[in-house]
């Protein structure tokens, strides 16, 4: 299928060259720098970090530095979140002093902590002010500028294409669409037709995103939107190699790095110490509980109730993982789905 070949192609982005088209979303909470170094290992296109606070960077309170610092990956796109243009033009500068190739600005976030500031996707109730955000942003900074929004605020104000045809003129060099709109979170299925709306009001490359989790869905995204990468984000929940593993399958290549049944129990024990490094072990114990139960509800269902609570709750690192190779032993990896 031609189109799944196409997603093994690179893919030029404000004149980076980005390696092809399959990409990981930037997931709050979770695609941290952990996280994301194993999606880049094992071939995702283009992987974006955490939405950074604009305003907590710009005053230069703590938390934010973890977020932006460069990981050894190479192209670190760091993503903005804010309302205060003053806020994202220095912000964008110091994660451009840090070493972002790429600033994406946050225009999808439908959590009202972030709406409450009128950031994230009600930005798109007010496209003038968007715009000068992205203004602000591309005029404080050398590297590509990107943006990612919804389709609009609800079903009467699908405003993507209007926006992204203004960002695509203020300069932005890529946009982002997930295919819901703000006031649908995350119900319902993703809109891929929706997006094609959007293709057909800009030139600069277009990026699909939302309910994508296997090869199959990658290019019936793209069949539909017209656009010219995928972007993947909850189906990585448990298996950060799944934008990896399809870009792979495009290329008719083994996924680097994928972990045979063998090997699961050592590469989440790997993770799991990653975590606790990159955090500190009490706050890595929390940040990791969620991707431990992810890893263990799709690879070791068979696990009792009590076994997983004690992982999932355990305080002692060397405790936890020994329960968590008990729990892998037998444990089969469910990637075949995903490469398929
Ligand atoms: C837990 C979580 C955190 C997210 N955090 C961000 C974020 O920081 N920035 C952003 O642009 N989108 C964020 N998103 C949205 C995703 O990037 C993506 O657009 C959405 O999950 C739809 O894609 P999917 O169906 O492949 O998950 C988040 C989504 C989830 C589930």
Redesign the pocket.
Known sequence: MPILANLAEPLVVGGLSIRNRVFL??????TDEAFRLRAHAHGAGLVVS??VASGELAKGRTGSERRIRRPDIPVHMV?LAGREAWAMAEAARIAEGEGADIIDI?M??PAKKVIGGYAGSALMLDPDHAVSLIDAVIGAVKVPVTV?MRLGWDEGALNAPLLARRAEASGVSMVTV?GRTRCQF?QGK?DWRAIRRVRDAVSIPLIA????ASGEDAVAILEHSGADAVM????HYGAPWVAGSIASAAAGSPTPGLPDIAALADYVVAHYEAMLSLYGVDAGLRQARKHLGWYLDRHAPQISPETRRAIMTGTEPAAVIARLRAAFAGAEVQFDKEAA
């Open positions: 979303a930037p997931m709050s909470g979770i955490e939405m993503q946050n999808g976030c990612k997930h995350y993703a995103n939302g309910d994508v993947i984000g909850r189906a």
